[in-house]
């Protein structure tokens, strides 16, 4: 993601979220040195995007979204596992987040992505006063080994990942 990108960004939080990120928190994950934000691309176009900050060994995702018309494509498990690939390449081992209570369309996506229900914060999210699912993923380089199918799916540009990868 980039500065030309965060107006299509905050279209994509706006139909996603009941709370979305303003566009002043996206551009400031630009200058967050931990965040890692990828947009999805089809015909030029941004359809979906997806933020982690990565601290040694764990990536924690704070936003994933797709735009509500390219739903159901799977481009939603092709940008998770985009995003594992390149968490992967800056050191992570795991990946971690939280999703609403109610989400069940989110949990399943993250349940065939190996990853697990480790906790629960009662009311986390003050505008309806839901909890949050705490999921974790402890092997992300066996999701992204058993996903690799994935991989003829999307096209990965990312300067950082290839430094990353030719790092490892
Ligand atoms: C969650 C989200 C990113 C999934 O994107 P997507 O492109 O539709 O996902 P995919 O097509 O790759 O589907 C991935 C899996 O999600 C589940 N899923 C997706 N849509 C579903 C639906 N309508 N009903 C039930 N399960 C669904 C399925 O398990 C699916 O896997 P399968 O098709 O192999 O069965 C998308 O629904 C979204 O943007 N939601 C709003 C934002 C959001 O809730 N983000 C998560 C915050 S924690």
Same mark, same amino acid.
């Given at each position: 993601?980039? $500065? /030309? ?6 279209? !994509? ?10 566009? %002043?928190?996206?551009? =400031?994950?630009? $200058?967050?040195?931990? /965040? %890692?934000?990828? &947009? ?7 359809? =979906? *995007? ?9 990536? %924690?995702?704070?936003?994933?979204? !797709?735009?509500? /018309? ?10 998770? %596992? ?7 390449? +800056?050191? /992570? ?5 939280? &999703? ?14 190996? +990853? ?7 009311? *986390? *999210? ?17 999701? !992204?080994? $058993?996903?690799?199918?994935?991989? =003829?799916? *999307? ?6 990942? $290839? ?6």
């Amino acid at each position: 993601m980039t $500065k /030309a990108d965060i107006d299509a960004v905050y279209t !994509i939080e706006v139909q996603s979220f009941r709370s979305p990120w303003s566009k %002043h928190s996206l551009l =400031g994950e630009l $200058k967050n040195s931990v /965040a %890692h934000y990828a &947009v999805m691309e089809r015909d030029g176009d941004v359809i =979906g *995007y997806c933020g982690m900050w990565v601290l040694f060994e764990e990536a %924690h995702i704070t936003n994933i979204a !797709i735009l509500p /018309a390219h739903r159901q494509n799977g481009y939603g498990k092709q940008l998770l %596992h985009a995003s594992m690939r390149v968490a992967a390449s +800056f050191g /992570a081992e795991m990946m971690t987040l939280e &999703v609403r209570e109610t989400n069940v369309i989110a949990q399943r996506m993250y349940g065939e992505m190996d +990853f697990s229900e480790q906790g629960f914060r009662k009311r *986390y *999210y003050t505008d309806t006063g839901e909890g949050a699912k705490l999921m974790w993923n402890r092997n992300l380089q066996k999701t !992204i080994e $058993k996903n690799a199918c994935l991989e =003829g799916m *999307y096209l990965l540009e990312s300067e950082a990942f $290839k430094k990353g990868e030719r790092e490892t």
